[in-house]
């Protein structure tokens, strides 16, 4: 399963355990979920196993550019770094010029001539005392020079380090994004082929029936879970119950309760067009209670919230959090698009209390 996976090197922590049974129980759950009622088909599996495929592939190809985007800010701040060595270096060399050129002035006195002279003693000490500290100024000018030309080399090894990292990571996003646009046309296909075998009205109202249905029993057996598993409970200090943004920035399309000019079905969330990739996030604090694919939801990811309140968000592209997650209001959590099979690139987002679907304009503002 997607972000599903559990690690056994934590199995002896309590909290660890009771996470790892909440996903075990959801993997079962959401296998039995995808199958029931007889409608298995192999067309649907296909668009399952692909939809996963993708969002991992989506997934990957954005740690990528997040990489890339570190690289090239590191690789930014060595060649500032370098550009500010270069230039103490010139001062020095200026410096070390300068105390030469003086040394040279200073030595067209012969200094056993200055000592067997008849002149004041002490200002023959004042001399050599002068010569002294024009020799260690000198060594110290030498000194830093090379300072600055060793810490110059290693700032250039950096940059070349850098620099081949970003050739390596350019060249991998290039072979992600080719397999990425393999299994996007795959998936294209798929979706064409699930929207011919719906022959009439009659078999859309009743697959839809049947998603309605699958939400319901999953917000039940999560609820179930969760009550089993304190581990994976909200954290503690809650957000303010109203004035939320919404999970998206996109056009409203379906509201809560509007008809699905389909049978009698109506709507139990809203659906937000937005372009594909576009970033979802958690409209309030709480931990995530689900991430996988659901036949006719695609990816979705379900947030606790407390107090038998969750929020859903359904037919993304690909999911960034897993099972156990906290998240903070705001924390992007998801990427808009159409797995699912939506009428369109979006996101579907219901607000759920006590697992009744209610108007999620109730808690967000548009």
């Given at each position: 399963m997607l972000?599903?996976?559990?690690s056994t090197a934590s199995a002896a922590n309590p909290d660890e355990e009771k996470l790892h049974a909440l996903r075990t129980r959801i993997d079962a759950v959401q296998a039995e979920l995808n199958e029931t009622r007889g409608e298995r088909n192999?067309?649907?599996?296909?668009?399952?196993?692909?939809?996963?495929?993708l969002g991992r592939q989506f997934k990957s190809l954005r740690d990528t550019e997040a990489q890339q985007k570190s690289a090239g800010t590191r690789?930014?701040?060595?060649?500032?770094?370098?550009?500010?060595?270069?230039?103490?270096?010139?001062?020095?060399r200026h410096d070390l010029e300068q105390a030469l050129r003086a040394a040279y002035l200073l030595g067209q006195r012969d200094t056993l001539k200055l000592l067997l002279s008849q002149d004041d003693p002490?200002?023959?000490?004042?001399?050599?005392?002068?010569?002294?500290?024009?020799?260690?100024?000198?060594?110290?000018?030498?000194?830093?020079?090379?300072?600055?030309?060793r810490r110059i080399d290693i700032l250039e090894q950096q940059i070349s380090e850098r620099?081949?990292?970003?050739?390596?990571?350019?060249?991998?996003?290039?072979?992600?994004?080719?397999?990425?646009?393999?299994?996007?046309?795959?998936?294209?296909?798929?979706?064409?082929?699930?929207?011919?075998?719906?022959?009439?009205?009659?078999q859309e109202v009743e697959r839809l029936k049947?998603?309605?249905?699958?939400?319901?029993?999953?917000?039940?057996?999560?609820?179930?879970?969760?009550?089993?598993?304190?581990?994976?409970?909200?954290?503690?200090?809650?957000?303010?119950?109203?004035?939320?943004?919404?999970?998206?920035?996109?056009?409203v399309v379906a509201r809560f309760g509007d008809p699905k000019q389909v049978g009698d079905l109506r709507w139990r969330g809203l659906f937000l067009a937005a372009p594909e990739g576009q970033a979802v996030k958690a409209v309030s604090r709480g931990r995530v209670a689900y991430a996988d694919w659901l036949r006719g939801f695609g990816l979705l990811l379900v947030l606790d919230h407390g107090d038998g309140l969750m929020s859903l968000y359904g037919h993304n592209q690909s999911l960034y959090k897993g099972i156990g997650d906290p998240?903070?209001?705001?924390?992007?959590?998801?990427?808009?698009?159409?797995?699912?099979?939506?009428?369109?690139?979006?996101?579907?987002?219901?607000?759920?209390?006590?697992?009744?679907?209610?108007?999620?304009?109730?808690w967000c503002k548009l």
């Open positions: 972000l599903l996976v559990c192999e067309a649907r599996t296909q668009l399952r196993d692909t939809e996963r495929r690789l930014t701040a060595l060649q500032s770094a370098r550009s500010r060595r270069r230039a103490e270096l010139g001062t020095r002490a200002r023959v000490s004042r001399a050599f005392a002068y010569y002294g500290y024009l020799t260690q100024a000198r060594a110290a000018r030498i000194e830093g020079l090379e300072s600055t030309l620099v081949a990292e970003l050739a390596t990571l350019h060249a991998h996003q290039f072979e992600q994004k080719k397999t990425l646009n393999t299994t996007r046309a795959e998936h294209r296909t798929l979706l064409t082929l699930l929207n011919k075998q719906l022959r009439d009205r009659s049947h998603d309605e249905d699958r939400m319901a029993r999953l917000v039940r057996e999560i609820r179930a879970a969760l009550d089993a598993s304190p581990a994976v409970s909200p954290p503690a200090g809650g957000a303010p119950t109203q004035g939320w943004r919404l999970p998206v920035q996109g056009r998240v903070e209001a705001g924390e992007t959590v998801a990427a808009s698009g159409n797995t699912g099979g939506p009428p369109q690139p979006g996101l579907y987002f219901e607000m759920r209390a006590h697992g009744e679907p209610r108007n999620p304009l109730d």
